[in-house]
């Protein structure tokens, strides 16, 4: 059984299993550190379990976790997920405190599903020396399956291929390379993550969900009036597996954007319309088994062709998550861009009161509250020219 030791400011701790302490009336404590005593991983897929279940921890009970025992921190890859996985439990902490949104601390259950590297649908592999992890380094592959349409710690990737490279000293693997849809926005970028304190943390959160911004009064300008209902149905349907009547990007070059508009689609067309005649879409934006346009499969394109004073397609853009609608797509992007291109990452929300996010690549839920290290941005569709 592992073990979960957490050492407190005032010398207290306790053990995974055990309840964490109540707090006196005036009596507050402060944690410090949790620190991961893993059972040792003789195999690598131990390692693997022991991974993702020091992730869950974290995640579930909010608290950082120090992940040395179980990953390589000579690799910065690593260092990136440390770092990212303790803001990710500041964020969803500071955030359950102040009742800014729904947090979830459900512990779900998953498994894990190991294939081998000549069923991996990407080029992945081609980019990575195993002789740069040293003698004994292991690749492995895997999908993580849990329960459908719920959301899990968002660097599980439900319903998606992950690769692993596992370093191997003394009799113990370790973690060193972790590949997944979206792993480059959380900790793949050239750049480290950035730490920060939990005052900061406080103050971004505040700006983000304290503000005051109204939606623009708006009348719908086209025919079509879009049923944001209808494109989240849409959205629960299709998330976790691939509408075959559309072409399908790939994980490798990132499939968000075609999969939010083809729930936009769905909020647009009538009942008895169809793909096939790319009906219910537009000149510009459109989609069908074969392949798109750009405007319908990347999300800078289709941000771009919304600002055109004659596009046909009529889409309200805010940055008040308060305000967010069942059908509304959200971009994120990573606090490590400062350009315009930093959103490069779409969902779509299917339950505005839980702030329950569908998206592609990886093909999963995910809530609001574990948008972590990112910038956000919200667009509202409202109506389409037929």
């Known amino acids: 059984m592992k073990k979960i030791v957490i050492f407190l400011v005032m010398f207290a701790f306790f053990c995974c299993g055990a309840a964490l302490p109540e707090k006196a009336d005036e009596e507050v404590f402060e944690v410090a550190e949790i620190k991961y005593n893993a059972p040792e991983s003789k195999t690598p897929e131990l390692a693997v379990t022991n991974y993702f279940d020091a992730l869950y921890d974290s995640y ?18 690593m260092v990136n997920v440390q770092s990212w996985s303790e803001l990710l439990a500041m964020r969803r902490s500071i955030i359950s405190e102040k009742d800014y949104c ?8 998953y498994t894990i599903n190991y294939f081998p590297k000549k069923e991996l649908d990407d080029q992945r592999m081609d980019f990575v020396s195993m002789r740069k992890y040293g003698e004994g380094a292991v690749a492995l592959h895997f999908v993580i399956n849990g329960i459908d349409k719920r959301a899990y710690p968002p660097i599980f990737a439900l319903n998606s291929q992950h690769t692993v490279i596992l370093t191997f000293e003394n009799g113990v693997y370790k973690v060193a390379y972790h590949y997944f849809p979206g792993s480059e926005g959380k900790f793949e970028n050239d750049l480290p993550v950035t730490t920060m304190e939990r005052e900061e943390m406080e103050k971004l959160l505040e700006k ?11 009348e719908p300008k086209f025919e079509r009036i879009y049923n944001g209902e209808a494109a989240a149905e849409y959205a629960l349907s299709f998330c976790e597996k ?6 399908f ?35 510009e934006w459109y989609c069908g088994k074969a392949g798109g346009t750009l405007q319908w499969s990347s999300v800078s394109r289709f941000w771009k062709w919304r600002e055109k004073k004659n596009c046909p397609m009529q889409a309200v853009p805010f940055y008040n998550v ?10 994120i992007g990573s606090y ?22 569908a998206q592609n690549s990886p093909a999963c ?21 037929a």
């Not at 579930?60 to 890859?77: G, V, Y």
């Not at 983000?208 to 939606?215: G, H, I, L, T, V």
């Not at 308060?322 to 971009?331: A, C, K, R």
Request: one cysteine or more; charged letters at 25%; proline letters at 5%.
């Open 60 to 77: 579930r009970t909010m608290l950082p976790m120090d992940l040395s025992a179980i990953i390589d921190l000579d690799f910065e890859m």
């Open 102 to 109: 729904f947090v979830e601390t459900e512990h779900l259950p």
């Open 208 to 218: 983000e969900f304290c503000s005051n911004e109204a939606f623009p009064k708006t």
């Open 242 to 247: 691939h509408n075959q009547e559309f072409y």
């Open 249 to 283: 990007v790939g994980d490798w070059y990132g499939n968000c954007m075609n999969f939010s508009s083809q729930c936009i689609w769905s909020g647009f067309k009538t009942p008895d319309e169809t793909v096939k005649g790319f009906e219910g879409m537009a000149g």
């Open 322 to 331: 308060n305000l967010v609608e069942t059908g509304d797509i959200v971009n």
């Open 336 to 357: 490590a861009c400062e350009e315009e291109e930093k959103y490069t990452h779409a969902l779509i929300v299917v339950d505005p009161e839980n702030l329950l996010l």
């Open 365 to 385: 839920f995910v809530y609001y509250s574990d948008l972590a290290n990112n910038y956000s941005r919200f667009i509202r569709p409202v109506s389409l020219k």
